[in-house]
């Protein structure tokens, strides 16, 4: 170590550099304005040191992996020898031996860290062949697009899923020159607990996860004549879409947004804040009645699609307890689908809804049959960001210069509130500018809620409404959510309401913004800064002040939780099975005249005691001899996981089955289908 | 009669099973052991054993999917009764292990792509080396080593393993 350099410094390519508690070399080399290329680095991911993109070379020591190698006092770092550049060519050279080459009809071509990458060291030429096998590709859900001939095994996704979510739908699979990363078995996105967030997409550095593009069928509604192509932009895309026109992230786009689909197309142009104020009335009269009633409490938001797929799939003893309010995108798709095409005077099958949003899970969401009605959905198109932003490109529009336009009316405006709800806690502070004006009957001057806002995986708050005090919560990341819920069972944190985000940062983070950013957390914590300065901007700060609000009310819904509202504005959940078509075959009737009986043993039900209840089952066709005529298997969910435990005999579930009532039911429901059977 | 001997199978090895589970106290730490203890039951790992062992253990499939992949012991096909691990190193290599591989196949009738007998009584696999080499081309019938291999002892033993034709010495 040289003895010349201060005290807590190390020197990276001959400058001195005190340390401040650097996680790793990527980091203090950031200080000396020295970007490192990485692969599998990402700062809120645990760090898996395998891509060996970063390598640096430290003095006395050799080749370092920088993502993962500690600063220590008077270490002497350079990152660009010609061992470094060496290593990282060849290492670059091996990924694209892999890679599929047909870069210019990739989702990512030009917005790919790997051809970046490959690009700024100056790969000319791959002397190895090309991968001979084609893996197919997974296009089973409206969401992602996955091409495992385009994987480079850096192992992002495997950890965004296991970490941000804890849901763990990926996996290194096989050995050696086999490897993969795939789902359990090799099944399709759709065929797994995905919910569809996207994370996964957000951190890949190439084109194996992307957006599943509905930007084709957006092109074909707007140059439709015949069509009234109907848009409404989310709050989090607006200070996200400049970004990839140069401008930085946070700024506040949203009139060039405007006038950039008026360009493109669009008839009209709404905003997804004016039906995120609709969702602050409708939730929070919601938890107002159920606070009074003291009943179905914790009241947990609704908004985020991948929250609620992860809740009807995990939470069966919670969906009472999710609002029953639509989120913000299915709010307006209704109110286009039901209001509005009445006052353009159009028919309901000419109008095309499209929305704008930060999220890939909003394309399922939209896709949902409660929100489709005599075939027609209530959003026919979801398109996030990445393609609006390739809408905008290919119609050649100059982004940056646009003058902007106002959204349209008489529905076009959302209040400050409604905006905020694309950032973590955002939803909560809308609801409590309005909860605390309709509890105390007093004009709230101070509309900031700071508490609530941050970055902080779970934060709380306590709320005084007039002597009854209400506990909040605000979570992000399901993992993060998982925990507090788990926190929440055990009876160790209590809570009225509870905010969940899936993606960290909330919408900002979502899977469908833009992409590649050497310092993620950075963009995420000004894109939520540029909603807020979006917020303070506003004129209308709460939802209960926003005129086109009282407008709709007034004209339509007469007030809220009406049976209107009611009817147009809110949904129900349901248990749902996360894995499908998988029964363990435990007991096999010979007779052709048998009976069928599956027991659930899916995670709900195998808690309650399924496996035990499945035991006794075996022991009663043996009592009652008629082993060779009644199929027993174990299954993995039958949708039903609140009355569980369940078993299906035949076509019919039973549910609520015990030890109890077990031997009755065989004897009335197996027994007599055997005997009638017989004669 | 064969399908009640099936069942009766099926319903013990399930109890097994859970068996396993309660033995390694559901700690995915031992997922390792489990899978091994499944696999001597079932012979293989059927998809919806490891869906379950996921579950019991509340890890993600694609974690039990991921280990029961990386192992070369692990099959998630079901494997026969007997296993037939035709030696491939290098000494039997050069001495022609590829025609007793093909002999042997040709002999219990195995199409293309196909390693297990439909009846599920054979499957055969090729191994890098068995130590045999000094006995090239060799192979192994479970735990018995066969030397000195050529197409007509490959069918002789065949034959002697379906029930028919004379014994053939092992090493």
Known sequence: MNEKIAKKAVVVDGQEIILNGEKNILEVAKKANIEIPTFCYHSDLSVYGACRMCLVEVEGRGLMPACSTSPEAGMVIKTTTSRVLQARRMIVEFYLANHERDCTVCERNLNCRLQAIAASLGIDEVRFGEREEKLPRDTSTFSLVRDPNRCILCGDCVRACKEIENIGIYDFTQRGSQTKVEPAFGKKLSEVECVYCGQCSVRCPTGALVVKSEVNSAWEAVLDSDLMVVAQIAPAVRVAIGEAFGLPPGEITTGKIVAALKKIGFDRVYDTAFSADLTVIEEAEEFFRRLQKGERLPQFTSCCPSWVIYAERNYPFYLENLSSARSPQQMFGSVIKNFIYEAENTPREKIVSVSIMPCTAKKFEARRPEFIHDEIPDVDIVLTAQETIRMIKTANIDFKELDPLPFDVPLGAGSGAGVIFGVTGGVTEAVLRYAYERLTGQELKEVEFKGVRGMDSTREAEVDFGGRKVKVAIVHGLANAQKLVKDMRSGERYYDFVEVMNCPGGCIGGGGMPLEYPDYQEVLRRRAEGLYNADRLSVVRKAQDNPSIKFLYEKWLKEANSEIAEHHLHTHYYSRRRISDEMIRIQEAKSAQKVDIAVCVGTSCYLKGSYDLLQELLELTKEYGVEDRVSVGATFCLERCTEGPNIRINEEVFSGISKDNLRQIFEEAVLSKLVAETH | ?171
């Open chain 2, 1 to 171: 009669m064969e399908i009640e001997k099936e069942s009766l199978v099926l319903s013990r090895q399930f109890e097994k099973v859970n068996a396993i589970l309660r033995k390694y106290s559901h700690n995915v730490d031992n997922l390792i052991a489990i899978l091994q203890e499944i696999q001597s039951e079932y012979r293989y790992l059927p998809e919806e054993i490891l869906t379950y062992v996921a579950t019991a253990l509340q890890v993600s499939p694609a974690h039990v999917y991921g280990v029961a992949t990386f192992y070369a012991q692990f099959s998630l096909e079901p494997k026969g009764e007997h296993i037939i691990r035709v030696c491939d190193g290098t000494a039997c290599h050069v001495k022609g292990s590829a025609q007793i591989l093909k002999a042997v196949r040709e002999n219990l009738g195995l199409r293309e792509g196909e390693n297990t007998t439909s009846d599920l009584m054979f499957t055969v696999e090729t191994v890098a080396c068995i130590g045999a080499c000094a006995l090239a081309p060799a192979l192994m019938v479970d735990e018995e080593v066969y030397g000195q291999m050529d197409e007509e002892k490959v069918q002789q033993l065949v034959d002697h393993l379906l029930g028919e034709g004379e014994k053939v010495d092992a090493v």
